[in-house]
């Protein structure tokens, strides 16, 4: 609320100070009523843009400035006596004010290169601990599912490395596994991976992630299911590779028949345990008998559950 009270008191204000001040006529309102707008514009941009941004521009700025004091040198000292007038009069001030204007908008555009961060006509992935632990990032950007540019934060290497040095053994394989990971990634051909040491002000990790990836209008790659709905929230695409993995099941249907290997038996009686590639688990009816062996059953029933699903055969 206070910064429309700023936008608005800027323009009513600026009119009627250069109506006091400047001249008591429409020109003057007018002109006063331009100045406020630019500066709300102004406002709002720089209000958008990150500091880096603001410093790239700025180096825009000196660096056309400093091409077209080159240039007004070489005119002055080379151009005789009838090239310096001509040059001053004529040309000097469109030069300097196109040198500049050229400066500024190349360095923004080329942002993200003086970051070490460039598109190249693709996407910028974030990813976090959960992604790089889990392990098959690597595997997705070497069959070129994932492309572009992979960031790894300096703060996720970091909790990598705490956890790699805990006292407690799962955490501590956890640790170690996913600098591991992020080492493969790091090595890959089909992809640039870059590491990056902004740390954007955030109360936890999920939301500092979602905040770099939205600086960098970047996706996130993850396992976490909280950094969907937080992503969701803060407009930023999020790539959970257990959801993909979920739409990548083997669609099965009652009636149908497959090969399966009997593992164990079931709680009920003759039953068999068996599973699918992607872990579903597989009841078969009489398939106690068949335990260790591969058998053809069919699928008579299909269960859904909260933690996954449940298929239902009969050995054929």
């Known amino acids: 609320m206070p910064i429309w009270i700023f936008r608005l008191s800027t323009l009513i204000a600026f009119p009627f100070l250069t109506y006091d001040f400047i001249d008591r006529d429409p020109v003057s309102l007018a002109g006063g009523l331009l100045c406020g707008l630019i500066i709300v514009i102004a406002e709002a941009v720089f209000k958008r843009l990150r500091l880096i941004k603001i410093m790239i521009g700025c180096s825009g700025f000196l660096l056309g400035w400093l091409l077209f004091v080159f240039i007004d040198y070489a005119v002055l000292n080379f151009g005789g006596e009838h090239g310096s007038p001509a040059w001053w009069d004529n040309y000097a001030q469109y030069v300097k004010i196109g040198l500049v204007v050229f400066g500024v908008l190349a360095c923004l555009f080329k942002s993200r290169d003086l970051e070490g961060l460039s598109y190249k006509g693709r996407h910028i992935k974030v990813v976090d601990e959960s992604a790089l632990m889990d392990g098959r990032v690597v595997d997705l950007c070497e069959i070129n599912f994932l492309s572009g540019i992979i960031v790894i934060p300096v703060f996720v290497l970091e909790q990598l490395n705490k956890m790699a040095a805990s006292k407690d053994p799962m955490e501590r394989a956890k640790g170690r596994r996913g600098l591991d990971v992020a080492a493969r990634l790091q090595e890959l051909k089909e992809i640039t991976v870059r590491i990056t040491s902004k740390t954007p002000k955030a109360e936890n990790d999920v939301e500092r992630i979602i905040k770099l990836a939205k600086g960098f209008d970047a996706e996130v790659v993850t396992l976490d299911f909280n950094m969907n709905k937080i992503g969701a929230l803060h407009d930023v695409v999020v790539l959970n590779i257990a959801d993909l993995a979920t739409a990548l099941k083997p669609v099965v249907l009652p009636g149908e028949s497959m090969s399966l290997f009997i593992m164990k038996d079931g709680k009920e009686k003759d039953q068999g345990i068996g599973y699918l590639d992607d872990g579903t688990m597989v009841v078969v009816e009489e398939g106690r008998r068949h335990i260790g062996k ?16 449940m298929i239902f055969a009969k050995v054929k």
């Not at 591969?294 to 699903?309: D, F, H, M, W």
């Open 294 to 309: 591969r058998t053809e059953v069919a699928v008579y029933s299909i269960l859904q559950t909260s933690s996954g699903r």
